[in-house]
């Protein structure tokens, strides 16, 4: 989702950067292999990784366990 102003203080400084928001669809059994993957590859020192259980419909988590095993 680009569009993203985030300001947030940093190292003794406010500052405000141009961010996009970026979604994943997964199981919460591969969480954590997610999160280290964003971690190595995100050009932040801090990368800020956050995730939310959500509900949804029988397809939808049907579809959800066959795409990500």
Known sequence: MPGVLSLFHW????????????SFKTRAAHRP?????IEERHPY??????????????????WLD???G
């Not at 190292?11 to 970026?22: D, F, N």
């Open 11 to 22: 190292q003794g400084r406010i500052e405000e950067e141009a961010e996009v928001l970026l």
């Open 33 to 37: 292999a997610l999160v280290a993957l």
């Open 45 to 62: 020192d801090l990368p800020v990784i956050h995730w939310e259980d959500a509900e949804t419909t029988p397809g939808a988590t049907a």
């Open 66 to 68: 066959t795409e990500t």
